[in-house]
């Protein structure tokens, strides 16, 4: 069964520092790889999304994917208290409809 | 760009009566289209994916004489849940790709469905 694993978290960090957050996949063909945001109550929000192994910086946010060890992270820096919320990585499915595969998420907190 | 809406937001209704819900793409051209569930503190559900002027693929376990879904035109998904029921109520969230990038998902507000 294809996977998308996450630590649940919650994820403490302090005003200013650079949040981190992995994600490890099992679709060793997965291609597309996606970061998603999703406040408390809302839908989630499209933030990053990488294709190619190395990094890709938009802002504060860098993501990181390594197609060899199946891992893809996200990197916030200078973390504010609104990047509060939970990090949903997702992996596209390719034997499927353009589907994705969806972690748990993983929940940040930034502490001011 | 990539702008999802959905409409109603929140719906309160009775049990035995149905709810529709619309889901738009404002800006682009969707030629797929996701209905997600999503109980609290729960993880996303996928229940099913539909492309336009196709039948929709449902996910094993939903029912799809219960969660009837249309997707008529490349901007335009409907989802009506039918004789609902209260363990209906949940949070349900829709998102459209399109033909640039297949696998980017952008999603709709959401609609909040409670069945009393």
């Known amino acids: 069964q294809k996977e998308v694993e996450q630590n649940s978290g919650p994820l403490s960090v302090p005003e200013g520092a650079i949040a981190s957050l992995n994600c490890t996949y099992s679709?060793?063909?997965?291609?597309?790889f996606f970061w998603y945001r999703q406040y408390s109550g809302k839908s989630p929000e499209l933030i990053m999304s990488?294709?190619s192994n190395g990094d890709k910086e938009d802002g504060r946010f860098t993501a990181q994917l390594n197609k060899a060890s199946q891992y893809v992270s996200l990197l916030i820096r200078d973390s504010q208290p609104s990047d509060s919320a939970t990090y949903l990585c997702a992996v596209s499915d390719m034997d499927s409809n353009y589907q994705l595969i969806w972690g748990a998420g993983t929940k940040l907190i930034i502490k001011p | 760009g990539a702008v999802v809406s959905q409409h109603p937001s929140r719906v309160i209704c009775k049990s035995g009566t149905s709810v529709k819900i619309e889901c738009r793409s404002l800006d682009f051209q969707a030629t797929t289209m996701f209905w997600y569930r999503q109980f609290p503190k729960k993880s996303l559900m996928l229940m099913a994916t539909?492309?336009?002027?196709?039948?929709?693929?449902?996910e094993q376990g939903v029912e799809k004489d219960k969660f009837l879904i249309n997707h008529a035109s490349l901007t335009l998904s409907t989802l009506t849940v039918t004789s609902a029921h209260p363990e209906d109520s949940s949070f349900y969230i829709c998102?459209?790709?399109?033909?640039?990038?297949?696998?980017?998902?952008?999603f709709g507000p959401g609609t909040r469905l409670t069945v009393t």
């Open positions: 679709d060793r063909v997965s291609q597309s």
């Open positions: 990488i294709y």
């Open positions: 998102s459209a790709a399109g033909t640039g990038s297949p696998y980017e998902q952008y």
């Open positions: 539909s492309n336009e002027g196709s039948k929709a693929t449902y």
